[in-house]
């Protein structure tokens, strides 16, 4: 059975500090997503990350994946009460082209 | 929003009942997907499809059923709701953006099972 672990599950951290998400996957798989929803939203893309090594940063957000320790980081820096909201991560399984995803980390910035 | 829209918005019913969710996409892709969404589960994959009359099950299919007639909708058919199906559900699409597969999802819709 294919497992997309998240962790933490919920995350209060006060603006300004530093954080990483951390997702686990049990399956054999380059191709990482990550998303982001605000409450009562749906959800947004805000990484694709496709290779062993691969790092990629929008703003305070930095995401990274080792595909041989099935594991990406999602890092916040010096956080804002804007990236307040849930962050999902997703594998992508080929065969059929299915996504599996996460539980969620439910992010709160506290002023 | 990859012209994703998603019909109703929100919907209460009673258990027994038939109800069927619709998924509309105006920009030919061939992926279509749907989720639930609930609290600790993050969400989970109900069926997809891979172009007209082409669809598979995926991990929590039980209980529903889906149809592609046409590339632009992908309907969701809950045959005899129940309380657990009480969630919100959220088509998706997938799409090659330069190589990559990206996935969109439409607005969700809220359903709730008395």
């Known amino acids: 059975e294919l497992k997309v672990e998240q962790n933490p599950l919920f995350l209060s951290m006060q603006e300004g500090k530093n954080y990483t998400i951390y997702c686990n996957y049990s399956?054999?798989?380059?191709?990482l997503y990550w998303y982001r929803q605000d409450p009562g939203k749906s959800l947004e893309s805000l990484f694709v990350?496709?290779?062993?090594?691969a790092v990629k940063q929008e703003g305070r957000l930095m995401a990274s994946l080792d595909t041989k320790a099935r594991l990406s980081t999602l890092h916040i820096t010096a956080a804002v009460h804007d990236l307040s909201a849930t962050y999902f991560c997703?594998?992508?399984?080929?065969?059929?082209?299915?996504?599996?995803f996460g539980t969620g980390t439910s992010l709160t910035v506290i002023p | 929003d990859a012209g994703i829209t998603q019909s109703p918005r929100h919907k209460v019913t009673e258990t027994g009942t038939p109800v069927t969710l619709r998924c509309h996409q105006t920009?030919?892709?061939?992926?279509m997907y749907w989720y639930r969404q609930d609290p600790g589960h993050g969400l989970r994959l109900i069926h997809y499809?891979?172009?007209?009359?082409?669809?598979d099950k995926g991990e929590v299919s039980d209980g529903y059923s889906v149809s592609r007639s046409k590339t632009e909708d992908f309907l969701l058919t809950l045959e005899s709701a129940t309380s657990s199906q009480t969630s919100v559900y959220f088509c998706a699409i997938s799409e090659v953006i330069a190589g990559d597969d990206e996935q969109f999802f439409g607005p969700g819709t809220r359903l709730t099972v008395l």
């Open positions: 990350l496709l290779s062993n090594g």
């Open positions: 499809s891979y172009g007209v009359k082409d669809t």
């Open positions: 399956t054999t798989s380059d191709r």
């Open positions: 920009e030919n892709h061939r992926y």
């Open positions: 997703a594998v992508l399984v080929s065969t059929g082209n299915q996504f599996y």
